[in-house]
């Protein structure tokens, strides 16, 4: 497999743009309650300073959220998230006018608030379309890349007693029938995420990261989100501050299995992941 060398492209602001090479989404928390960061960038200062360094470590996207999707977490109300991303959009927006924004929501209203109103480029559901049914055929009316994720169960349920027959092959199934209708519905963009840590245990997240080639099959761009999660901490038996290691190891793998997109906290790290893996993939083509 040869995951530089495969053209992949999706189709962002009337352009192509070039997966082939994978990207890094660095991650925008505007939440208070977020697992590692939450209630870290709450004022325009800290929005424009964390953007400004992300930018400047090589983050490709910047994925915005304004609820907190961590095991257990609850729904804040969609007055609620609208408000937020809307003092942080407003924000990015005049002082970053030509970054690419994803923003993370499961919502069809904040969906389509966020790229009328504020040029939002893609859409990251955790749901994949399951928590909203008018979801889907939003999207296909906004014609934006849409990232749809794997979660068995929600938030507040997921990590309770999470059950499969075969975790990859349950998720290859998934989504084969989720992108079939999305297709149908008129979505072109589709980039998949297998959900790590959502609906999953231990056990099945390293599963799923020794196995992720599998989900090749489905022939749509792969996002992989390990960053300083409960899977790296549990192994490691460290807190999310000591995870950043065990993090780079991961998307290490993951890039080596085809990921396309890695989104991640540390942006410096996964950038610099990305090119190492660059330089193997390189010499190994040309030895071969």
Avoid: W
Wanted: net charge negative; glycine share 6%.
């Amino acid at each position: 497999m040869d995951v530089f060398n495969k053209k992949i492209t999706i189709s962002l602001r009337g352009d192509l743009y070039d997966l082939s090479e994978p990207k890094v989404m660095g991650i925008l928390n505007y939440t208070p309650d977020s697992f590692y960061d939450g209630g870290k960038y709450h004022d325009p200062g800290a929005v424009t300073d964390r953007i400004a360094k992300m930018t400047s470590d090589g983050a490709d996207f910047i994925d915005i959220g304004a609820v907190s999707s961590r095991p257990g977490a609850v729904m804040v109300s969609e007055e609620d998230e609208i408000k937020r991303l809307s003092r942080v959009l407003n924000v990015a927006r005049k002082r970053f006018p030509d970054l690419l924004i994803s923003v993370d929501t499961c919502r069809s209203k904040v969906a389509n608030m966020v790229v009328k109103e504020f040029g939002a480029d893609m859409i990251n559901d955790i749901s994949s379309g399951n928590l909203d049914e008018k979801m889907l055929e939003t999207i296909a009316e906004l014609q934006v890349p849409y990232i749809a994720m794997h979660m068995q169960g929600t938030p507040p349920t997921m990590q309770k007693d999470p059950c499969y027959d075969d975790v990859v092959d349950d998720i290859i199934r998934y989504f084969a029938q989720r992108t079939r209708l999305m297709r149908y519905l008129g979505i072109k963009d589709i980039i998949i995420d297998p959900g790590f840590g959502f609906g999953k245990t231990l056990e099945h997240n390293y599963t799923l990261a020794a196995r992720l080639e599998e989900l090749e099959m489905l022939d749509f761009p792969l996002l992989v989100g390990f960053s300083r999660k409960s899977m790296i901490c549990k192994a490691l038996r460290v807190g999310p501050d000591k995870a950043l290691a065990g993090t780079v190891a991961l998307n290490t793998v993951a890039l080596m299995k085809g990921a396309n997109i890695l989104r991640v906290h540390d942006v410096k790290e996964a950038s610099d992941t990305i090119k190492v893996v660059k330089h193997v993939k390189d010499l190994s083509a040309k030895m071969s």
